[in-house]
């Protein structure tokens, strides 16, 4: 029994040395400092891009518009701008937009088009504005 409490003793007196002193330089934070305050204003959503054009495809005819598309949007445009009477939206996902036309003797197209992305297809620049799935908005202009 002697011997169990002498062996607990040094134990105690080993961990005690080990343990160092305390290190009150950086005392540990106090509740309220772990809590945050809540703000005082909610946050403001997002403000939604509006196409100049919106919804009126034919706006496109001339190769000059800004239109909301969505998968299999079919927006109508000069063939001697494009290549084709027809650019094709194939893809509209929070991965990007892919789009393109087909004539008789060929096809173009772009794939995984992002906000503030320009590409020129034949005659014809398309800039991907926004995206918010499962609608974009396409700006169109002759190059």
Partial sequence: ????????????????ACSGKD???????????????????PSAKPVARKAA????????ADGTCEVYVKTGTRIPV??????SATLTVTR????????????????VSATNQQPGKTVRLN???????????????LRLHPA
């Fill in 78 to 83: 000069k063939t001697k701008l494009f290549g």
């Fill in 23 to 41: 290190d009150t330089s950086n005392p540990p934070p106090s509740s309220a400092q772990r809590v945050s305050a809540p703000s005082a204003k």
């Fill in 53 to 60: 054009d919106g919804n009126n495809l034919k706006a496109c």
């Fill in 123 to 137: 005659k014809l620049k398309i800039t991907t504005v926004t995206i918010t799935s499962p609608t974009a908005i």
């Fill in 92 to 107: 509209v996902s929070a991965g990007g937009v892919d789009y393109g036309g087909r004539s008789a003797c060929c096809s």
């Fill in 1 to 16: 029994m002697i011997r169990t409490v002498a062996v607990i003793a040094a134990a105690v007196a080993l961990l005690t």
